[in-house]
């Protein structure tokens, strides 16, 4: 017989890591009830191949880390659980455009530790020397032989990776479908701003970006999204200034407005389509049958990060296969890591918001770093929102 009161039966240990296996309970309450931490401390020491494995898992990293992402973009359940395990706070600022975000990097002190840029602008964050080139041996949760390179490419400039992938999405319109009476649901840009002019006036809403806002309305014309020919912008222009009285409002932050029955459409990423149509049926999510964007966003870490330590642990617990599909899960974004796809649902993975019939897809383009710093389309987004 043992008098040792620090005893797990096998039963109570099978139980525990069959909670921790699910979700249930954090790795710091596994380790703790089963005494492992203090174990895994001692051979960690003496055996390097046994300390935990992710920079997630390491100790002194701080007391915090300042994230800059969209809205609905991540699963707070996972910063809790990165906190617990850590000790780290995480901290959101959430923006509405790639423009915001770059100029509150090249005004600098941002405070950022991570922040998630879009595919084409990653050239310019390197050409400005805003953003960090990546130490890979810190972020063990990225394979890169598991992601899809047509969303991971990107990241890379000059062969230097700044930007492991984070998810990828189109941008397409949500409309509730409740409020069409006698009209045919609409399947084009063209009828989403005939429609904006007309039966939906003082109820669509429009990014507060100008890729998306203004590529959309020069695929109402049959342009590029990506176009920045002058003539091809003033057709651009005329339309959002004839089309400006009729909106309910300018915001990338529609899902409030939209839920509560305020707006009835509104230019919609995928994830925030899959989220109101999940909730709200009614609320359907199109692509325009003329195109328009395909996408990809990346985890990357700015110049001058306060809390670097803490930056890679994020990005490396947020890599994590496990914590990824519950990201996906939560916000509705396709992932481009097969390891994170080998741990969702079918309803998933075939699901025609998430997976577009691929005749919808080869219509998209991905967005043209030069539609970044083109000062005609600054200048026409500014005039817009202006008038």
């Known amino acids: ?83 617990e395990a850590t000790g780290a706070a995480v901290q959101v600022n959430v923006f509405g455009s790639n423009e915001e975000m770059l100029a509150k990097l090249q005004a600098g002190g941002s405070g950022w530790d991570v922040f998630v840029p879009t595919n084409y602008t990653m050239t310019t964050y390197v050409s400005e020397d805003l953003i960090e080139p990546l130490d890979l041996a810190k972020i063990p949760n ?12 990107p990241g890379t400039v ?3 990776i700044y930007g492991v992938p984070k998810n990828w999405g ?69 339309l959002l200034i004839e089309v400006k009285p009729h909106l309910f409002a300018i915001t990338s932050d529609y899902q409030p407005s939209m839920r509560s029955g305020d ?12 989220q109101m149509n999940r909730d709200m049926p009614e609320i359907e999510y199109i692509l325009g049958k003329e195109g328009g964007e395909l996408w990809s966003d990346f985890y990357a870490i700015p110049k001058g990060a306060p809390h670097l330590d803490a930056a890679y642990a994020l990005i490396d617990f947020l890599l994590t296969p496990e914590v990824n599909a519950k990201e996906s899960l939560f916000h509705g974004y396709p992932v481009a890591d097969s390891r994170v796809n080998a741990l969702l649902p079918a ?17 998209l383009e991905f967005g043209a770093a030069v539609t970044l710093t083109d000062p005609n ?6 005039r817009f929102k202006s008038a």
Request: with cysteine; hydrophobic share 40%.
């Open 170 to 238: 189109t941008t397409g319109f949500a409309v509730n479908t409740s409020q069409l009476g006698a009209l045919p649901k609409p399947s084009t840009w063209k009828e989403f701003w005939d429609i904006t002019k007309a039966e939906f006036s003082g109820r669509t809403m429009v990014h507060d970006y100008q890729l998306t806002t203004i590529g959309n309305a020069l695929k109402y014309f049959g342009y590029s999204f990506n176009s920045i020919d002058p003539n091809e912008l003033a057709d651009a222009e005329k």
């Open 347 to 363: 309803e998933v993975l075939n699901d025609p918001i998430l997976y577009p019939a691929q005749e919808l897809l080869d219509a």
């Open 263 to 274: 707006a009835w459409m509104t230019i919609c990423w995928t994830g925030d389509g899959k």
């Open 142 to 153: 990225y394979d890169p032989m598991s992601f899809d390179q047509r969303f991971a490419g």
């Open 377 to 382: 389309r600054a200048e026409l987004m500014a």
């Open 158 to 160: 000059d062969g230097k």
């Open 1 to 83: 017989m043992s008098d040792r009161n620090d005893y797990i039966s096998r039963e109570k240990f099978m139980a525990e890591l069959w909670r921790y296996k699910k979700g249930s309970v954090t790795r710091r309450h596994f380790l703790g009830v089963t005494g492992l931490g203090a174990a895994s401390a001692v051979l960690g020491a003496a055996v390097p191949a046994l300390r935990p494995r992710g920079a997630w898992a390491q100790g002194n990293i701080g007391d915090r880390v300042v994230l800059a992402t969209w809205p609905n973009y991540h699963d707070p359940a996972n910063f809790d659980a990165f906190t």
